[in-house]
């Protein structure tokens, strides 16, 4: 009945049918959206988010399990981060009911784009921008709060294989008292070059390092860093310059239900190169096991470029309770019902 060849899904955009969208004054309190046509939509040329980059996104998954429900993972949590990155950004927070309702709502109303079980997810993306027109540097009147959603496959391609990964000593992507443990738009466009250049040399991504001493590791492009050093595991504590992951987050309860230590503190390129293990986590990339990484002349290869038992035993947990082989200890999954009474224009 698709129209779509699950088999050949990457993460990339594929236009569904519904979105989401409200609107709301500088001063006045969020009432719930509506849903309708995904398309595009008019703006002012004098939009705060055209000019001033005023403006928060958010990224989550809704997965098709093997008991054939649609579930979405930890949305509250994106909800909650989105409230963070507003405030940051000087814009109204959406409350996290109208969030949630959202998010439900169009993963509902394109639920034909939900890929099977084991093939992928809906991505959903929200978005808040400032639309209203303004001119000169200040909070824009007037904000659009939008969901959109497209299914998804892997990040990395070759799905659960190893990347290869190279260090930038030249670039960074946030330094202390910006925009960095904030998913805003803006943190997103500095990071293409660098990441393009990376990939003209053969490598899936770039490894930034902290932008006061040069030394520790920050984020793996849009993903957040492990590494995992006699059974213990290692992730850059949350300074305010790395965005605090939700999959960071669920991957560090795992390890610690699972027995590890997890040990939140700096870490040095130097440690992370001489671990036995290392991967970078996120929603899109869920758990991406790295087979390398350069840094200048040298080079680590971990696990004789093979998955690290640690980094499997870790993806096979938090994908087995995506698609529910495995239980839902943490009641991380939110049911949603397919037959919402949506309001369809
Ligand atoms: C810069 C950055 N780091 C880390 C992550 C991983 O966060 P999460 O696990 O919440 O998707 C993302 C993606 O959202 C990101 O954009």
Redesign the pocket.
Known sequence: MSEIDWDSLTFSLTQTDWMYMVKCKLGDAWTPGKIMPYGPFEIYPAAGVLNYGQGIFE?MKAHKTINDRVVIFRAEQNARRFQTGADRLGMPPVPESIFLDAVEQVVAANKKWVPPSGKGALYVRPLLIGTGPIMGVAPAPEYTFLVYVTPVGPYFKGGLSCINLIITDEYHRAASGGSGGV?AIG?YAPGMMPSKNAKKNGFAEVIYLDAEFHKYIE?VG???FFCVKDNILYTPELTGTI?P????DSIIQLARKQGYEVIEEKVSAEFAMDADEAFC????AVISPIGSITHGDKKKTYSNGDIGPITQELYNLLSGIHSEEEEDQFGWLHEVDLDLNLNLD
């Open positions: 990224g998913k943190n984020e849009a993903a957040n965005l992951g939700i999959t960071r986590c996120g929603t899109a």
